[in-house]
């Protein structure tokens, strides 16, 4: 294996991450934006209003993007294997 079949493989890596992270870390940026927005309007100071909503929708968008998230991380392994048998 030569140096630019590891940097195509580390660039594939941090792709692949990116692509798990972002829908995750955009739906908790909107959430975050929303109760804050919501937090200012009323003046509601309230610490449990800020993370409970946004626990809830991570993990009501993780069920929701689990199978592209899985998909993602299948093909990426399966690219590396096939590298790997073909040498």
């Known amino acids: ?3 630019q079949a590891v940097l195509d493989i580390a ?3 941090i792709i692949v991450l ?3 992270a ?3 870390m955009i ?3 909107v ?3 929303v109760i804050s927005l919501f937090q200012a309007l009323t003046q509601i ?3 449990t209003l800020a993370f409970v909503p946004k626990i809830l929708v991570i993990f009501l968008s993780l069920l929701i993007f689990l199978p592209f998230m899985m998909a993602t991380l299948l093909a990426f392994t399966n690219g590396l294997a096939e590298r790997i ?3």
């Open 1 to 3: 294996m030569d140096q």
């Open 11 to 13: 660039r594939e890596g």
């Open 18 to 20: 990116v692509k798990l």
């Open 22 to 24: 972002a829908p995750l």
């Open 27 to 29: 739906v908790s940026l």
């Open 31 to 33: 959430v975050g934006l």
């Open 45 to 47: 100071q309230e610490m």
């Open 85 to 87: 048998v073909t040498g």
